[in-house]
């Protein structure tokens, strides 16, 4: 992660990026049995997980959502369920603010009211090579673009970071590289902005929002995949929100 950006990528995410198919955007629908691509259903109930509305993203704050900027706004969210048409809470989102870098597609967003749910915490280092992290979301699960509608239920999978010299087009000092377990399975259209974490001191951290291949093929799973470094842009973040909580 060292989960197109100048103006002319950000509009090749729409080709390469994790964005959701017009399927995937139907609430409703059932995805395959193996989520994600090569993942299984969510095993906890993430209270940081956020759908929103054909992207994923994670809450940061009682009134603040991380996702990638690729992703269209919504006019609201639904925060702390892994079910993407039931559960926890609805909230209109009220602004929306990009990160001003070139390379970095990530986007905060204000909710209109602070919900209960606990955030996740963002770490000051997203981690070494090698690091175990884990990727959450509401993404098709078969790999071609367009195959099949979101699920219903979030998905996981477990991955590692890998040296940024593994995907192609990263932008190391705000990226983080992703590797695609077992050589196919990772993050589909409709994972972008979602959750890349990791366990310290037995809690979930939040290091990366999912962004696009990172082996620039439309057809998920066959490479290493690209998410937004939280951490690197850690400063940022905690100025635009009015301050992280502790």
């Not at 593994?166 to 990226?175: D, L, N, P, V």
Request: with cysteine; charged share 10%.
């Amino acid at each position: 992660m060292r989960r197109l950006i100048l103006l002319l990528a950000v509009t090749a995410l729409a080709a390469v990026g994790f964005t959701a198919t017009p399927a995937a955007a139907q609430p409703g629908n059932d995805g395959p049995s193996i989520l994600v691509v090569g993942g299984r259903p969510a095993t906890e109930n993430y209270s940081f997980l956020v759908y929103t509305s054909g992207c994923t993203g994670s809450l940061i704050k009682a009134n603040w959502v991380v996702t990638a900027r690729h992703c269209p706004t919504p006019s609201s969210v639904r925060v702390g369920s892994i079910n993407r048409t039931s559960g926890g809470v609805v909230v209109s989102v009220v602004q929306a603010v990009s990160h001003p870098s070139a390379g970095s597609d990530v986007k905060l967003m204000r909710l209109a009211s602070n919900v209960s749910y606990a955030p996740a915490p963002i770490p000051t280092t997203s981690g070494a090579v090698g690091t175990a992290t884990r990727i959450i979301g509401w993404g098709q699960t078969c790999a071609p673009r367009g195959c099949g509608s979101a699920p219903t239920i979030a998905n996981e999978l477990d991955t590692s970071i890998l040296a940024d010299s593994r995907c192609s087009g990263i932008y190391s000092s705000t990226e983080i590289c992703t590797n695609n377990t077992n050589g196919n399975s990772g993050a589909c259209y409709g994972d972008s902005g979602g959750p890349q974490v990791r366990q310290i001191n037995g809690r979930w951290n939040l290091i990366g929002a999912t962004s696009r291949a990172g082996n620039n093929n439309s057809t998920c799973a066959t490479g290493p995949s690209i998410y937004g470094d939280l951490p690197a842009i850690r400063t940022w973040i905690n100025s635009t929100v009015g301050g992280l909580p502790a």
